[in-house]
């Protein structure tokens, strides 16, 4: 795979110090959606978007929950969306 969200993370490091406020320094950055992957006994890092729903349980007495439960769901990148080099599945 290429190295464009490493490229872009030093890059958008660099300009997040040059906008930090006077005496401010930075502690942590990093891309929000990347995460350790499992595949074919290989942990590899993987970006991914996240893919959102929302649904109403019922409860054991058939009545609907009050409040909706929220999940996301991560979708790996099968191309770089940056220079669209196919991702390697390690
Ligand atoms: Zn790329």
């Known amino acids: 795979m290429c190295d464009c969200f490493t490229k872009l993370g030093d890059d958008m490091e660099s300009r997040i110090k040059a906008k930090l406020p006077e005496g401010a320094s930075l502690r942590s950055s990093g891309w929000k959606q990347s995460g350790l ?9 993987n970006y991914f978007i996240e893919y959102n729903a929302s649904y109403q349980e019922v409860k054991k007495d058939g009545t609907p929950k009050a409040r909706l439960t929220k999940q996301d769901f ?13 991702c390697e599945r390690n």
């Open 37 to 45: 992957f499992m595949s074919g006994g290989v942990m590899s890092v």
């Open 74 to 86: 991560p979708v790996t990148f099968s191309f770089c969306p940056f220079c669209g080099v196919k």
